[in-house]
């Protein structure tokens, strides 16, 4: 984790699982976009998954590769 966190390899947006960040900053994140979206006039819509077994499913081999292309050190 200290490899990921040292080059910024998370999106910004990303909250769990995340230290220092919490339920209420990602409720803040998405009420702040909702915000800027009146502000300019715009059609927001908001769209949030929760899919199950997610973690699970995932294709390791490609979660792999994602790790070895991020030059992780596996030591």
Same mark, same amino acid.
């Given at each position: =984790?200290?490899? /990921?966190?040292?080059?910024?390899?998370?999106?910004?947006?990303? %909250? @769990? %699982? #995340?230290?220092?960040? %919490?339920? #209420?900053?990602a409720a803040m994140t /998405?009420? +702040?976009? &909702? +915000?800027?979206?009146?502000?300019?006039?715009? &059609? #927001?819509?908001? /769209?949030?998954?929760?899919?199950? @077994? #997610? %973690?699970?499913?995932?294709?390791?081999?490609? /979660?792999? =590769?994602?790790?070895?292309?991020?030059?992780?050190?596996?030591?």
């Amino acid at each position: =984790m200290h490899h /990921v966190h040292i080059n910024n390899l998370l999106n910004h947006t990303q %909250f @769990g %699982f #995340t230290p220092k960040k %919490f339920t #209420t900053d990602a409720a803040m994140t /998405v009420k +702040e976009f &909702i +915000e800027e979206g009146l502000r300019k006039g715009l &059609i #927001t819509i908001l /769209v949030s998954l929760d899919v199950k @077994g #997610t %973690f699970d499913a995932a294709w390791w081999p490609s /979660v792999l =590769m994602a790790l070895i292309d991020s030059k992780l050190n596996f030591r």
